[in-house]
């Protein structure tokens, strides 16, 4: 019996260890190329900070282009940059990566907390936003080839103070129904 439950447990260690090596991408073991992307990430936020249009170049592929949410149109590489470099971006942080490499493909993930002023934007936004980003690896070099933004944190700020808006009309309109009702009562009383 002894034999027994330790052969099945020699084999659930060998099938979760065989389930989570056919889950892991291919490169997911090599941390020089998954520091290398984060660092680029990095690099390319930091040069939107600085308005360092040389940098944007080089990390930024030709045929790039940026998405969002519920949005089917996508922003091209030049209006991204241009866009980008006309606000005033402000320690922009990085938080949760996750690099998925596949040859000379990689999805980097994060949260990026930002706070941004200028441009289109008419007053300061503080905000985090999802981040999916495809960067290709062309000539030994790899760039960035799309961006997806997640939904904005700020998205639920707004429907919690329109939601506690609402709530406080709600609450102002019974309780004006509620004196409106007692006074007709008391006039009705009245009367009598």
């Known amino acids: 019996m002894k034999t027994v439950v330790v052969i099945l447990g020699q084999i659930f260690l060998l099938s979760a ?4 090596a056919q889950e892991a991408p291919l490169a997911q073991n090599d941390g020089v190329e998954q520091r290398n992307l984060i660092d680029l990430s990095v690099q390319l936020m930091g040069a939107v900070e600085r308005k360092d249009g ?3 170049e080089r990390l930024v592929a030709e045929d790039f282009f940026v998405t969002s949410p519920g949005d089917l149109a ?5 209006d991204w940059i241009a866009n980008s470099v006309s606000m005033n971006w402000e320690n922009p942080e990085f938080r949760n990566f996750r690099v998925n490499v596949y040859g000379d493909t990689a999805i980097v993930t994060s949260v990026m907390h930002f706070k941004v002023s200028g441009g289109k934007a008419p007053f300061p936004i503080i905000t985090d936003t999802q981040l999916i980003d495809v960067w290709k ?3 030994g070099q790899w760039q960035i080839a799309a961006r997806h933004l997640g939904a904005y944190s700020i998205g639920g700020y707004l429907r919690l103070a329109a939601g506690f808006i609402v709530g406080l009309v709600f609450s102002l309109l019974i309780w004006i129904l509620v004196r409106m009702r007692r006074r007709f009562a008391t006039r009705k009383n009245a009367a009598v």
């Open 17 to 20: 260890f065989v389930t989570h």
């Open 54 to 56: 040389a940098t944007l």
């Open 74 to 78: 996508t922003v091209p590489r030049a």
């Open 137 to 139: 690896r062309r000539n």
